[in-house]
């Protein structure tokens, strides 16, 4: 399966990528209804560098434990969940130049989800619609934070920092 979400960002791909290597990044991207604890940040984009949460689903506790495979500074870097909820996960996140202050950050997600086609049958549309919440609000907070660089390095006034919209 695949899942893949757009935003076009008013800030450049350096600022973009650079949100994305900020040692407070993870733990600004976790959305409020996630119960999730970082156990072991990233220390870094690299390749190997793992990371691991523990996050609810309904009354269970799951580690995810993940493993960054891929990594071009300054436009992409990948993990894949090497222990977690789903059968199969790898992740890419590019940041693509549109122009000087203008870029579009693309999360493509492929993933298998557990139980093989049972799992497909009945899990499908409520993974698809998780997903889509989940990177809607790290979309949401990833404009905030570089757009609001972008008005502070122009010297202009930052742009309302309060938590996104929610969803």
Same mark, same amino acid.
């Given at each position: ?55 609810? $689903? *309904?009354?269970?506790? #799951?580690?995810?434990? @993940?493993?960054?495979?891929?990594? /071009?500074?300054? +436009?992409? &870097?990948?993990? =894949? ?33 557990? $139980? *093989?086609?049972?799992? #497909?049958?009945?899990? @499908?549309?409520?993974?698809?619609? /998780?997903?889509? +919440?989940? &990177?809607?609000? =790290? ?29």
């Amino acid at each position: 399966m695949r899942f893949v979400k757009e935003t076009r960002i008013a800030a450049s791909a350096e600022a973009v990528f650079a949100f994305h290597e900020r040692p407070d990044a993870l733990a600004l991207l976790q959305p409020p209804w996630q119960a999730a604890e970082i156990v072991q940040p990233p220390s870094s984009l690299a390749v190997g560098t793992r990371v691991v949460l523990r996050v609810r $689903f *309904g009354p269970f506790r #799951r580690t995810i434990d @993940a493993e960054h495979v891929a990594y /071009e500074p300054g +436009r992409m &870097f990948a993990d =894949r969940m090497v222990r977690g909820p789903f059968a199969s996960w790898l992740h890419r996140h590019v940041v693509t130049p549109i122009g000087p202050a203008e870029s579009l950050l693309t999360d493509d997600v492929e993933y298998e989800l557990p $139980f *093989g086609a049972v799992g #497909r049958l009945l899990g @499908a549309r409520l993974a698809e619609r /998780e997903l889509e +919440r989940l &990177f809607e609000y =790290r979309h949401a907070v990833t404009r905030r934070e570089c757009e609001r660089r972008t008005d502070d390095d122009r010297g202009g006034a930052a742009r309302d920092a309060g938590p996104p919209p929610a969803i």
